[in-house]
């Protein structure tokens, strides 16, 4: 399957103003990509804009192929303007929802959309198969200019202005101004099942989502089938995906859908509700009002907890799970907000330094020329393979404040892994500067969230409460604030692989890393030569 998509600023009227923003295909949000289970598609981006952009396929695999994960200066450098790049878009084992975004400054903010991944030809779904499907897109509403937004906070040191609104599928909804009669409306008919497949595409915050009335079943998260849950509400971090059932059974009406904040740390958020309308079809009195659900509110932490504690794998014979065991390489990895010391004090950051962010107390720098080319190619400078497995102090992380630690080295630091060994990661959040749920997303895998908790991870008691047997298989997943989470995987896809706070601020911030796995020893597990065409590097 080829798609031609042309990136081109369009106008757009949210919240009574006009503004131009960057679309693919005039849309907002961006076209929907469907495709079956182990498909590959091609994807030609025009880009029509005004600067360079690159775009990621979210949770897509990519075996042996990051030359088109497409990660800004990390897997490939920007698509500039006035000139075009293909994608190979490789799936593999995912099944479920997945979503593209471009992956370069903020511009995902406006450029994004979903990948459907139906199931293979001849099977079908591990539960009766929905009566109709609908995409719901959590999405940010900046009436500012989202590139003056970051570049002013980064140029400031000064955290960034926040959204003006929460949008589901590109419509904030009716109780933001201007918005009540493009609110989106999902028609329904009476005692059917239908399946939400949702995104969140929101910049900084995660999000409870709820309907009215209605329970919500949760059968997939990033593309990976689950235990149902039925729940009236979820909690979703930017980057996760999950495919919820609704029934129709209640009587015929209007009811909102409503997505809000999940904001556990001292931070500034958009604190607006974003709403749709489920109609049900039929002849009745239109309600004089809309009943809203009722979310918890934007700290209930026991709430977020008491949802996610429930998620885990399907494991069944038609969807088996595979956790590692063998456990060869085991990194133990801070999660910080950082200060960065301003000369003179000339920032707006806290004590009038800029704000930064680390992972074992380094503050990722992103380099001019691609770290997949330079491991390539041979070229040195780029990078240094020297991204530590443990952080440089062990203290009290969630307790005191160490000031040594407050101020990150800046580097390009990478991590080598070998190929096909089983890799264990623990995040451990720390109370430096700003401490709050991180939604860490890895590039080129899926893994196994093995175990979580408050406080500081206790390597002898901490490994106890894993769960080996039916973990969610997830691309993102919240690391609690001061608290800890343990992820697994197998290092079996060779190549270039990014990871990331998905909280935009905090990536642009340097709370990024980056893993190279080796070759193995076969042609199947070598990295993939590159296209004959990669976009050149040069200064977006």
């Not at 923003?21 to 907002?28: E, R």
């Not at 994608?87 to 084992?93: I, M």
């Not at 749709?276 to 026991?302: K, M, V």
């Not at 089983?422 to 709050?436: K, M």
Request: glycine share 8%; hydrophobic share 35%.
């Amino acid at each position: 399957m080829d798609y031609v998509w042309p990136l081109k600023e369009t106008n757009f009227t949210r919240l009574c103003s006009t503004k131009s923003i960057l679309t693919v295909n005039g849309g907002f949000p961006g076209p929907t990509i469907q495709v079956h289970k182990g498909e590959t598609i091609y994807v030609n981006v025009r880009n029509q804009g005004l600067y360079g952009v690159t775009i990621h396929w979210h949770g897509v695999k990519q075996p042996r192929n990051p030359w088109s994960d497409g990660p800004e200066n990390i897997t490939q450098c920007p698509i500039q303007a006035g000139s075009n790049f293909t994608y190979e878009v490789v799936f593999s084992s995912e099944e479920g929802t997945l979503w593209w975004h471009a992956h370069s400054d903020w511009t995902r903010a406006t450029v994004h959309g979903a990948m459907v991944v139906l199931p293979a030809a001849g099977t079908t779904y591990p539960f009766a198969t929905p009566y109709a499907q609908q995409t719901i897109i959590l999405a940010s509403w900046f009436k500012a200019d989202v590139m003056e937004v970051i570049n002013s906070a980064l140029a400031t040191g000064a955290d960034p202005n926040t959204s003006d609104a929460f949008t589901i599928n590109g419509q904030p909804g009716d109780l933001y101004s201007c918005s009540k009669a493009s609110t989106y409306r999902l028609l329904v008919d009476y005692g059917k099942t239908y399946m939400l497949r949702i995104i969140n595409a929101i910049m900084n915050e995660e999000q409870f989502f709820a309907i009215a009335n209605h329970n919500l079943t949760v059968v997939t998260q990033d593309a990976s089938y689950i235990k149902p849950i039925t729940t009236p509400y979820i909690m979703i971090t930017p980057g996760q995906t999950m495919d919820v059932l609704v029934t129709t059974n209640q009587p015929r009406s209007h009811y909102y859908m409503a997505s809000t904040a999940y904001n556990d740390g001292d931070v500034p958020y958009h604190n607006g509700t974003t709403t749709a309308i489920l109609q049900y079809r039929g002849n009745y009195s239109t309600p004089s009002t809309t009943p809203l659900p009722n979310l918890p509110i934007h700290n209930d932490t026991t709430a977020a907890d008491n949802f996610t504690a429930r998620v885990k794998s399907l494991a069944s014979k038609a969807h088996p799970i595979s956790v590692p065991t063998n456990i060869t390489t085991r990194i133990y990895m801070t999660v910080s907000i950082n200060e960065r010391i301003c000369a003179n004090a000339s920032c707006a950051g806290p004590n009038n330094n800029a704000i930064a962010a680390s992972l074992n107390n380094i503050s990722f720098e992103t380099p001019s020329i691609d770290v997949l080319q330079a491991y390539y190619r041979g070229i040195n400078g780029v990078f240094q393979g020297n991204f530590p497995s443990n952080p440089p102090l062990f203290y009290n992380f969630t307790g005191e404040v160490v000031n040594s630690t407050k101020y990150p080295t800046f580097g390009t630091k990478v991590k080598f892994l070998k190929y096909g060994e089983g890799v264990e990661i623990i995040f451990q959040g720390t109370n430096l500067v700003a401490p709050e749920n991180h939604p860490m997303h890895l590039h080129g895998f899926s893994f196994y969230l093995v175990g979580t908790g408050y406080g500081n991870f206790n390597k002898t008691t901490s490994p106890k409460t894993y769960n080996l047997v039916d973990p969610p298989e997830a691309n993102t997943i919240g690391v609690p604030k001061n608290g800890w989470a343990t992820i697994r995987f197998v290092a079996d896809n060779p190549g270039v692989w990014f990871m990331h706070c998905h909280l935009e601020r905090h990536a642009s911030w340097g709370m990024d890393t980056v893993f190279i796995v080796r070759n193995g020893n076969t042609k199947e597990s070598k990295l993939r030569p590159p296209p004959a065409h990669m976009p050149p590097c040069s200064k977006s």
